[in-house]
């Protein structure tokens, strides 16, 4: 799957943006403020009607416009013509998503048409922030892939979670009316576990690998990669007692909390050197290339199974030394995705690091695009 061609328009200092003939790498250039990881963040929103940098599109919308549109035309293996997505999030209303001229009933329907996978200054709080970013990314996969249920399961998990703790937010109350909410829990909860452990599976084997090739290109002496583990837990004492037992045993503790303390919405992934969490005893640079390891594993996962994503970069050289970008870029070489990487300076992303395949080049001043 490539973005062959991009359109943006009204989006923050980008009034009108048109890149045609995409490559496989496309490197954008310019001073902070310029407007180029506005690109990286229209491509996010194609993707997925939403800012990575943002929760309130309003504020991104340009400044006296009323709406902003991201179009994209995108070439896949398994079709013989390219797909055309169109996104137009207005100051007030709703958003306006189409493929190929057709108008989705809702923005759901767009994702997994163009999966992309961010590497920012705000990935890196996937080792060190709160379980729900851990969950966030291991979901992400989890969705893509096909015949997982995932994209069913979960929304009849959260609704019955909510009711739940509606319910347990009154206090003292009859066992009988939480019954119905547990059983689905219980059921729905099952199916999360049993879809992300057979992912986590996966994502483990390609995470071991490609870390420890990333880890070797960078030491000096080629030193084996610290004996990092890293692990799945359920969100309750799985392998001890069921969902259902647990959210029996934890009542009285749910009712004076006020929510529901067991379930898959509690998961996490943990990281450990030895008995130790990885985060206390790894440098900054190697929870980087941690982080990016992670990213890039999930792409060789989904890649497995005949499912390409798109890379957005943002400034990489701010974050890691010119050792650990180049063994970041030799792994997207090797996956053969589609990247789009920014910097501020041309020479923070080298021609090289792309072992030959098609590069483009763009430079942005001012909200203007130009190929460079």
Not at 168 to 193: K, Q, V
Not at 307 to 334: G, H, M, N, Q, Y
Request: glycine content about 8%; proline content about 3%.
């Amino acid at each position: 799957m490539r973005l062959e061609k991009l359109g943006i328009y009204n989006f923050r200092n980008l009034q009108h943006v048109d890149m045609r003939e995409l490559c496989s790498f496309n490197f954008i250039h310019g001073i902070n403020g310029s407007g180029k990881t506005s690109i990286l963040e229209a491509i996010h929103t194609l993707a997925l009607t939403r800012s990575f940098r943002s929760r309130k599109m309003d504020t991104v919308i340009s400044y006296e416009k009323e709406d902003l549109t991201v179009r994209g035309e995108l070439r896949t293996r398994f079709r013989p013509h390219n797909t055309i997505i169109g996104v137009r999030r207005p100051r007030k209303g709703a958003v306006l998503v189409k493929v190929d001229g057709d108008k989705l009933s809702t923005a759901g329907q767009l994702a997994g048409v163009l999966p992309v996978q961010v590497i920012n200054p705000a990935s890196f709080e996937l080792l060190e922030g709160g379980p729900g970013v851990r969950r966030q990314y291991l979901d992400w996969g989890v969705f893509h892939v096909k015949h997982s249920g995932f994209f069913e399961y979960w929304p009849r998990y959260r609704k019955a979670l909510q009711q739940r703790n509606s319910l347990l937010r009154r206090g003292n109350i009859d066992a009988s009316l939480l019954a119905p909410w547990d059983r689905e829990l219980e059921a729905m909860g099952a199916l999360i576990h049993d879809a992300r452990g057979k992912h986590f599976a996966l994502l483990a084997a390609a995470f071991e690998s490609i870390y420890s090739r990333v880890l070797a290109s960078v030491a000096a002496s080629g030193v084996d990669a610290p004996p990092l583990t890293m692990s799945m837990t359920a969100g309750w004492k799985d392998g001890e007692q069921s969902l259902g037992d647990s959210l029996s045993v934890n009542l009285a503790g749910d009712i004076r909390a006020g929510f529901t303390r067991s379930g898959p919405h509690r998961a996490d992934i943990e990281f450990r050197v030895g008995k130790l969490a990885a985060g206390d005893v790894l440098s900054r640079g190697q929870i980087k290339t941690l982080v990016c390891a992670l990213k890039l594993a999930q792409s060789r996962v989904l890649l497995d199974q005949g499912i390409s994503t798109v890379f957005l970069v943002d400034d990489l050289a701010a974050e890691l030394d010119e050792r650990r970008c180049k063994a970041v870029f030799k792994e997207l070489v090797e996956l053969d995705v589609q990247v789009f990487a920014s910097s501020v300076r041309r020479s923070d992303l080298n021609d090289d690091w792309c072992m030959s395949r098609a590069l483009k080049r763009f430079h942005v001043e001012h909200g203007v695009v130009s190929e460079c």
